[in-house]
């Protein structure tokens, strides 16, 4: 099952402008981590957040977390058209193993 | 190796055959899970090897599905009597012990016809 969702679906802006997806998840988690995947082959990993973290940088991504709504967003800043792929979180419960469970994705198009 | 390979990249099959796809994780990785991404879907977990045991092998489907690794390195995901529902992504990932660093592979592309 997946337990994330993200939002919107799909995206479409120009290059330059920055670009928000969101997710949800329903149960308590150890982290949440966003990945990046093109022409639905290989997942890259983007960044982890910790679920004591609030939010995290990595060069032009920035994402937040709000544990008390079971929430996050990704940001892409000054997007290029090379950012063009899906985005997807996934997320570690707190009991289990470190298994990931990912949500349905938000596919991103970015126009030159 | 320095990334996660799995093979083959593609495989197209007959309804009913039997089909097996490998993951070579990265070296030295004890931790190693399978995923199955059908299109316009995320990842889905299928089971979780921590060494040459399965750790947790709650998403498997059905019991047409099993996988192994003997010695802790190279798993082999094997599925009985395929269905055109099995047609997806299969990815595989590994990352050390207790990390949440997980590395990807390519993914195998199953199609059965």
Known sequence: SQQGEEDPQALSIQEGENA????????????????RQNSGRGLVHL???RSNEREKHSGRLRVTLDTSKKSSSLLITASRAADTASYF???VHTTGYSTLTFGKGTMLLVSP | G?????????KVTEKGKYVELRCDPISGH???????????QGPEFLIYFQGTGAADDSGLPNDRFFAVRPEGSVSTLKIQRTERGDSAVYLCASSPTGSNGYTFGSGTRLTVV
């Open chain 2, 2 to 10: 320095a990334g996660v390979s799995q093979t083959p990249s593609n």
């Open chain 1, 89 to 91: 979180c996934a997320t």
């Open chain 1, 47 to 49: 960044i982890l957040i």
């Open chain 1, 20 to 35: 928000t997806m969101n997710c949800s998840y329903k149960t308590s988690i150890n982290n949440l981590q966003w990945y």
């Open chain 2, 30 to 40: 004890t931790a190693l899970y399978w995923y199955r991404q059908s299109l316009g």
